[in-house]
């Protein structure tokens, strides 16, 4: 983890406002010594701030007293936390049998190439993440994606830019 020029962790700022701080320093006093303390703690930092910050993990390290190496560590190797912010749109894609049989990889792949990221990755812009899932439990409509709380059902490949462009400019096909 890069330790180069970091503020003193948790003294605020607008996207952090040190009340943020406050309630995870509640969190970090409730858990600390109990048993997965660094795995709760996270957890709720995450619910606090939409994800892990380079300042927030600095911040759990140094009040459960363990190496801010650790809590990167277990930043990166669970896909439940993420350490970049949240993408405006989340995109859901779902992978499990009766999306993959109708064309779910292939709309994975087609999402991946049109957003120019990896699955779990997000755009530059901070526009799109991709998430595959396992099955949304709308399988009668396969292939199903799903942006926010939208759900798209019998996609085809042909159509993935024109429900892109519903989200951004940057999509929208010309004539
Ligand atoms: S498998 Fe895709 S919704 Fe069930």
Do not use: W
């Amino acid at each position: 983890m890069d330790t180069g020029t970091v503020r003193k962790p948790g003294t605020g700022n607008e996207e952090f406002p040190a009340e943020k701080f406050q309630i995870l320093d509640e969190r970090i006093k409730e858990y600390k010594g109990k048993t997965g303390a660094t795995i709760r703690v996270m957890s709720k930092a995450q619910e606090i701030f939409g994800y892990l910050p380079r300042e927030v993990m600095f911040r759990i390290a140094d009040g459960l007293g363990i190496p801010p190496v650790k809590v990167y560590g277990i930043a990166t190797f669970y896909s439940y936390f993420s350490t970049m912010p949240p993408a405006r749109h989340k995109i859901i894609s779902c992978q499990g049998t009766a999306c993959y049989v109708s064309g779910g990889r292939q709309m994975l792949e087609k999402l991946e190439r049109i957003l120019g990221i990896r699955r779990g990755e997000t755009t530059p812009d901070r526009e799109f993440s991709i998430h595959p899932v396992r099955c949304i439990g709308t399988c009668a409509l396969a292939p199903v994606i799903k942006i926010d709380s939208e759900i798209y059902s019998r996609v085809s490949i042909g159509k993935i830019k024109k429900i892109l462009a519903r989200y951004s400019k940057k999509y929208e096909e010309k004539n």
